[in-house]
């Protein structure tokens, strides 16, 4: 429980002050999965990172998500420790928001390969505004450097370090280009933002996402990993299977409330007051910007 305060307080933290990310006492803490697998955080006040997935092995290093230009020293030196290779060779990018694809205009320079959903790939070739309800955070277009240069629609398939890591596109969710990003034999899943184990998810409305595609997308998942799997979310700490189908069901009644809500005619402002998240919300946090980017999503629809 601690633990997850730790990472809600950063998530709050850090949002509202993202224009001026405080970079310089953050650290890199890491967590092994597997021999060879390891997740790495991105810690610190004012801080909040996308977790990285990070595979080191024969052919080099691959890495899940890239955070901060900031960050890519103090994770690189983390990765050396590990006995990684000075270079990334592959970085796979979950989605194109800044805290898990801005790494790309350090790395891209030094010659990583970027692999993303061609929806990623389209939103990071222009400008772009996300509301994050307390704030529009604009994100600028990415440099040709920093582009994914392998893109996909639905799925494909790459074999590094002697590991088979499928990558699976559900339809629009957290935003419309999220990436499950599956390690068969670790039995291993990466789900940037579609999965958030420090609060409720964010949902980017305003820019494709829904509820109901979080609610499929991790649907999806599930039915394609075992019971035994190790899950990563986008924010948080390392969850597993049983954490995944809780989500799920977690969202699905909060989803059929609002909805009920809706029908009625409820405003937002109605919908919150009637706290629809309130067995969660001790956990979880304050549910606002899921409920304002929820009911964004469900009046559009």
């Known amino acids: 429980m601690r633990l997850i305060r730790l990472f809600a307080a950063a998530l709050v933290l850090a949002v509202p002050a993202a224009q001026a990310q405080d970079f310089a006492d953050a650290r890199i803490e890491t967590q092994k999965i597997r021999d060879g697998f390891y997740v790495m955080f991105g810690i610190g ?7 990285m ?50 790494g790309n205009k350090a790395l891209g320079p030094e010659g990583t390969w970027f692999v993303a959903q061609e929806s990623s790939r389209e939103m990071m070739l222009k400008d772009n505004v996300i509301n994050l309800v307390s704030q529009q955070r604009e994100q600028l277009a990415h440099p040709a450097i920093a582009l994914p240069v392998v893109t996909y629609d639905r799925s494909m398939r790459l074999h590094f370090n002697g590991q088979r890591i499928d990558l699976l596109h559900f339809g629009p969710a957290h935003t ?13 899943v990466h789900l940037g933002d579609v999965f958030n184990t420090a609060g409720y998810p964010f949902i980017d409305a305003d820019n494709g996402g829904s509820l109901a ?7 999806g998942v599930l039915e394609e990993i075992d019971e035994t799997a190790v899950v990563i979310p986008g924010h948080g700490p390392v969850s597993d299977y049983r954490g995944l189908a809780d989500y799920v069901t977690m969202l699905r009644t909060i989803r059929d409330r609002i909805a009920a809500l809706i029908a009625t005619g409820a405003s937002l402002e109605q919908v919150i007051a009637a706290r629809p998240t309130a067995e969660w919300d001790e956990q979880r946090g304050d549910p606002t910007r899921l409920l304002d980017r929820a009911y964004a999503s469900m009046t559009r629809e």
């Open 45 to 51: 006040e004012g801080v909040v990172a996308g977790n």
């Open 53 to 102: 997935g990070v595979s080191i092995g024969a052919q080099g290093v691959l890495v899940v998500d890239d955070q901060f230009p900031e960050m890519v020293p103090k994770y690189k030196a983390a990765i050396r420790e590990l006995g990684g290779s000075e270079k990334i060779t592959f970085v796979i990018n979950t989605h194109w928001h800044f805290d898990h694809s801005d």
């Open 176 to 188: 419309t280009g999220d990436t499950a990003v599956i390690f068969r034999e670790l039995d291993i």
């Open 213 to 219: 595609g979080v609610i499929d997308f991790c649907s």
